[in-house]
């Protein structure tokens, strides 16, 4: 039993050391550009944050298999969370004898704290996968032609020198790509080929060169005829849905367009065309709008049609929000309202009659009804039933129910003067009841009642 015992704690003290010799680091990676170029020296960049969940320390990073690190040198990651960029500089043996991805481990050794160990992620591509070019279709009419060229690779190319060159221009351009950037480059054109040649597929060549490094890869630019057809398509909103179809030619011929749009029997009420369709047809439940034009060279046939559903969503909306509210004043165990109304009095004073019913939907107790008197006026005493308790200072009143039960009903009326004649609209506050339903205390409030006098 002793040797047990024994055994148990010296588990424990050696699980204890361990604990304390690792950080508590939490870390985050945000990838910044992982990708390795087997022939250049660029770095795998990430975003750390470290969330240190112990004491501030002193740190560095480093790897053991053959993967410079940065930062270099030794700095402070304090208690709570830090960001920090960190690189990776694999070395040429590594860069030359992998291909794809690659995992590596990393440590985080704290002066005070011990070592955390972790793993990186990155990619090591050639050169010649991370480039790709391809140009925009162009037409023996065009002056210049654009050519993209796209990163694809989530690596960062910098000082990229490319030359790109077909049967129809050539031209060198330096510049830097982000990871997975794209560039546009836009070529002047060889018009005394382009007579020469037919229309269809060309190849792009394109040299690249990075630092001191080349390589040479290819695209593809489509040569257009000169009779076409450019259709743009644009969609925009919700409520108010506009959609823009624009067909222009391209050619140098005139041609015939023809637009179609459809519409359902119900969306069709609520859409408006513009120009007016050439024809319409059914189709079960659909509508076909056409529009059919012959286009000069030049020119466009440009149609809007606009369905606006604001009408209907407003009347939804309505439904769900009265839905909604009946709801919520359903699921109320007390239902409160107040009116008012004039009282001719003997000496012409200003006096209104306020009543107030309360009507329990559930089995509620400790029911208090309380009401506030406008400051220009008084109570009249000698009417309706006295209420418990006046509290002159709020100019509140108070009448104590001691339950109700469902589907019971009270009313509570009393009379209100002034000596002053109040002319125009007069509002009243909102009376309030409070009562105890399944334990809990709640309360309801009355609509405010308002009376109305004009001037004599």
């Keep these: 039993m002793k040797k047990t015992f024994l055994s148990l704690m010296i588990i424990i003290l050696f699980a204890s050391l361990i604990s304390a010799q690792t950080p ?67 070395n040429k043996e590594i860069r030359e004898n992998n291909n794809g991805f690659y995992n590596f481990e990393y440590q985080l050794k704290g002066r005070n704290s011990g070592i955390f160990r972790d793993t990186l992620l990155i990619k090591i591509i050639p050169l010649e996968e991370a480039i790709a070019v391809e140009g925009n279709p162009f037409y023996p009419s065009d002056d210049n032609a654009s050519i993209i060229v796209k990163n694809t690779q ?5 000082n990229l020198r490319l030359k790109v060159s077909s049967q129809f ?25 382009l007579e020469k040649l037919s229309a269809g597929p060309y190849i792009i060549s394109a040299e690249l060169e990075i630092e001191n490094k080349e390589t040479k890869i290819e695209g593809i630019i489509e040569y257009l005829e000169e009779e076409g057809t450019l259709t743009e398509k644009t969609s925009e909103g919700l409520i108010i849905k506009k959609e823009v179809v624009k067909k222009t030619n391209i050619g140098n011929t005139p041609q015939a367009m023809t637009v179609e749009l459809e519409r359902g029997i119900i969306s069709r009420l609520f859409t408006i065309n513009s120009p007016s369709p050439t024809k319409t047809e059914r189709n079960g439940l659909t509508i076909n709008y056409i529009w059919e034009e012959t286009i000069q060279p030049g020119e466009s046939l440009v149609v809007e049609s606009t369905t ?37 009095t003997k000496k012409g004073e200003f006096a209104l009659k306020v009543k107030i ?18 400051g ?42 002034s000596n002053l004649n109040v002319i125009g609209r ?8 409070t009562f105890v339903h399944n334990g809990k205390i709640q309360q309801v409030s009355s609509n405010r009642a308002f009376f109305a006098k004009e001037s004599s």
């Design 169 to 193: 221009f050539s031209q060198t351009e330096t510049f830097s790509l982000a990871p997975k950037e794209q560039k546009e480059i836009t070529v002047q054109l060889d018009k005394k080929n």
């Design 24 to 90: 508590s680091l939490k870390i985050e990676k945000t990838d910044k550009g992982s990708v390795i170029i087997k022939e250049l020296t660029n770095p795998a960049i990430f975003e750390f944050e470290i969330e240190n969940l112990g004491q501030s320390d002193i740190f560095e990073i480093y790897s053991l298999i053959g993967v410079s690190m940065s930062p270099k040198g030794k700095f402070e990651i304090p208690h709570g969370k830090t960001k920090i960029e960190v690189m990776a500089f694999p």
């Design 308 to 344: 606006n559903y604001t009408f209907p969503f407003i009347i939804i909306m309505l439904i769900i929000l009265a839905g909604f509210l009946a709801k919520i004043y359903s699921q109320k165990a007390i239902s409160l309202s107040k009116n008012v109304s004039f009282v001719n």
């Design 376 to 417: 220009v006026t008084k109570l009249f005493e000698k009417f309706g039933k006295h209420p418990d308790k006046i509290d002159k200072n709020t100019r509140r009143i108070f009448w104590n129910i001691d339950s109700l039960r469902k589907g019971e009903e009270r009313a509570y009326s009393y009379i209100i003067y």
């Design 357 to 374: 019913r309360v009507k329990a939907r559930k089995n509620v107790d400790k029911v208090q009804l309380i009401d506030t008197l406008p």
């Design 154 to 158: 989530n690596a960062n190319l910098n």
């Design 426 to 433: 007069f509002e009243l506050p909102s009376a309030l009841v």
